[in-house]
């Protein structure tokens, strides 16, 4: 399929992940040539590689528009200590990286739907983060209405006003009985429903859509160029705060791009399925009940769907593969790739550990001490481990993955302080919340969407 195809489809027909069906190459010279690119046109340059029917005058026109509600520059990289840069990703509307996906994925969406004459009722589930991205992106937008999940209780106070303060017509909230599995499992039976799917226009902006993860790649340029000179392709590691295997699959496919990353350092938190799976090849998902709600919420994730586009490339894009695998998920078992496990390191570059409560804390306030910096709690998981994974003479950048605003109850906690709010922040805490309350059971869903989805 095409990449408007795959946009508006979010799954493949055959309920797997659509992947680029070959990885683009880019090559030194063309990197050398990036180096002077704003951000816009850096991704006009990098989306362009994989959204070949989309024309280039268009793309570049969306890309603009998509980084123009960011400040300047769009994503700085600053320095933390002699070791560490960040990466800073969370300059946009809902203070988290999302926005640098969905905001290009609101632009593309509309224009998308626009040359096909379409709507798109797009279904997604959230532990935060991603909700109020795409609701921030795609509010108000004639084409598209959002329906997001998320799990009741398990969210911020600032995440839940941040998206249920949202009053546009076009978005509903709907708050589940459950965790973010439960949510992530109640849209997969919905989506995977192909008559309910295509009589909806149902469509997904979960970190699945691939063209969230194309919109991802960016910025692993962009965060190379920072963070290197012309002297040549020096390799640098890029750490990563992970959930949904979303952000870090990003950093992959720029490395298979042939962009210089030696090492990709994976940090997960308590549920950390993702670190036992890169440290002894069992991967094996835990349920909602073996869920923690923790300091880094949008961590706390025990079935990391894009885990699927890592195993692909694993045993070398053989689809029969994934699918044995998958199939035998699918029926409550594990995924046994021990007999790859030294592969990925050597050949894919990962690593990985688990932070917890603790590292977090002390993260922030060593953090905080050394530098009078405040950063965020899944931010401080990543640099708590990129610590670890430091290699002589190769920078190690931190992906920011939050702004420590968001998550003012584990900072008060680390570090005593209460975090002021901006004003429009502090406005949007105020405002009526507007949310439905459903059970999680697919049949209520359903009936919710049938009465209020787009025709
Ligand atoms: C979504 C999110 C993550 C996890 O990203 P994935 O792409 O799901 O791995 C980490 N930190 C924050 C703040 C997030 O919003």
Known sequence: MSYSEALLEGLAPDGGLAVPAEMPQVDAATLERWRALSYAELATEVLGLFATDIPRDDLAGMTVRAYAVFPRPVVPVRRLDADISLVGLSEGPTLAFKDMAMQFLGQVLEYTLERAGSVMNVLGATSGDTGSAAEHALRGKERVAVFMLSPQGRMSAFQRAQMYSIDDANVHNIAVEGVFDDCQNLVKELAGDLDFKHAHHLGAVNSINLARITAQVVYYFWGWLRATDETGAQPVSFAVPTGNFGNILSGLYARLMGLPVHRLVLA???????????RTGMYRPRGAA???????????ISKASNLERFIFELVGRDASRVVAAWDALADGGEADFSGEQARFGEEFGFVSATSTHADRLATIR???????EIIDPHTAD????ARQH???GVPMLVLETAKPQKFAETIQEALGVDLDLPEDQRAMMDAPQHVTELADDAAELRTFIERHALR
Not at 268 to 278: H, I, K, M, P
Not at 366 to 372: I, K, L
């Open 268 to 278: 997960t938190n308590e549920n950390n399925v993702l670190d036992e799976f890169f």
């Open 290 to 300: 073996d869920t923690h709600a923790t300091s880094s919420p949008s961590m706390d």
């Open 366 to 372: 060593a953090v905080h001490e050394a530098t009078g």
């Open 382 to 385: 990543g640099v708590a481990i």
């Open 390 to 392: 430091l290699d002589d």
